[in-house]
């Protein structure tokens, strides 16, 4: 879903997530509470790729399509890097 930009009349501006069809030309400020109306943006393709849009796609597709796993992440084969090397932890019980 692509991200509205909306300024409101103390010209706060926010963005909000809303469906490529949606309709809605008003909004509630999130900063003041004020009616926000929506603004003609140009499209943000140069931030295509960058974190914010890759997490914001992988949120997405996590509510449609979770990823499945068949083991614990972080148990296994290959995986048996030491987190700490304090000799005291070491000492510590094991499961
Ligand atoms: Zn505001």
């Given at each position: 879903?692509?991200?509205?930009?909306?300024?409101?009349?103390?010209?706060?501006?926010?963005?909000?997530?809303?469906?490529?069809?949606?309709?809605?030309?008003?909004?509630?400020?999130?900063?003041?509470?004020?009616?926000?109306?929506?603004?003609i943006?140009?499209?943000?393709?140069?931030?295509?790729g960058?974190?914010?849009?890759?997490?914001?796609?992988?949120?997405?597709?996590?509510?449609?399509?979770?990823?499945?796993?068949?083991?614990i992440?972080?148990?296994?084969?290959?995986?048996?890097?030491?987190?700490?090397?304090?000799?005291?932890?070491?000492?510590?019980?094991?499961?």
């Amino acid at each position: 879903m692509p991200l509205y930009e909306f300024r409101c009349e103390s010209s706060h501006v926010h963005e909000v997530m809303l469906p490529i069809n949606a309709e809605a030309r008003e909004a509630t400020c999130p900063a003041c509470g004020g009616a926000s109306v929506r603004l003609i943006s140009s499209a943000r393709l140069g931030r295509l790729g960058s974190d914010r849009a890759q997490l914001i796609e992988r949120t997405q597709a996590s509510a449609d399509a979770p990823g499945v796993v068949d083991r614990i992440p972080g148990t296994g084969s290959g995986n048996s890097a030491p987190t700490t090397t304090d000799p005291r932890h070491a000492r510590l019980p094991r499961p």
